[in-house]
């Protein structure tokens, strides 16, 4: 079936330490997106990625990169320079009408 | 820019109770408009979309949603409320182009017995 995959679903990262979040999908979609999620703000948009080789800064970019070498992936790195990484974080792609969700990953820093 | 107002952070109804899930958005264009579920520690899922056809949309699960332009809304009901309805509910706009969602902050939906 059809679907993107985020992995690991638990992650913890010591204080200092950079962590790469794993986004495959295998649905064909061009555009690929990132959005943190924290208790009471809803999901706020940190990549996105409309074509392979090109991505752009969303509104929460600070502390995050990522890079899209193939259509297929769309891997997020929370770096040092991020304040307060613990979050859910959401990859989502989509054809151009729609999103379709990962499961998500919860980065806790211990 | 776009953006999407939740009334109501947590909503409580009774089983068999009318659910009503507040949206309002601004937008200077007509917009796309989406309600998403979401369960615990889990991403998100399309309930139902509004595209510019009709206002009326039915949804998954028995949910529908009411496009109003003059109220800038996008209200989700649900005539009766069933416990497995209990989850976090996210409203979106997108530009035309899709390119950029923006979310409201989520409306937690307890369903009691």
């Known amino acids: 079936d059809g679907g993107i995959t985020q992995s690991p679903k638990y992650l913890f990262r010591k204080e200092g330490q950079n962590v790469t979040l794993s986004c495959e999908q295998n649905l064909n979609h061009d555009a690929m997106y990132w959005y943190r999620q924290d208790p009471g703000q809803g999901l706020r948009l940190i990549y996105y990625s409309q074509i392979v080789n090109d991505f752009q800064k969303g509104d929460i970019a600070e502390g995050y990169s990522v890079s899209r070498e193939k259509k297929e992936s769309f891997p997020l790195t929370v770096t040092s320079a991020q304040k307060n990484p613990t979050a859910f974080y959401l990859c989502?792609?989509?054809?151009?009408?729609?999103?379709?969700f990962g499961s998500g990953t919860r980065l806790t820093v211990v | 820019a776009q953006s999407v107002t939740q009334l109501g952070s947590h909503v409580s109804v009774s089983e068999g109770a009318l659910v009503l899930l507040r949206c309002n958005y601004s937008s200077s264009v007509p917009p796309y408009l989406f309600w998403y579920v979401q369960y615990p520690n889990q991403g998100l899922q399309l309930l139902l979309k509004?595209?510019?056809?009709?206002?009326l949309v039915k949804g998954i699960n028995g949910f529908e949603a009411e496009f109003k332009k003059s109220e800038t809304s996008f209200h989700l009901t649900k005539p009766s409320a069933h416990m497995s309805d209990a989850a976090e509910y996210f409203c979106a706009v997108s530009e035309y182009n899709f390119n950029k969602f923006y979310f409201g902050s989520g409306t937690k939906l307890n369903v009691k017995p």
């Open positions: 509004y595209t510019s056809a009709a206002t």
């Open positions: 989502a792609s989509s054809p151009g009408y729609g999103y379709t």
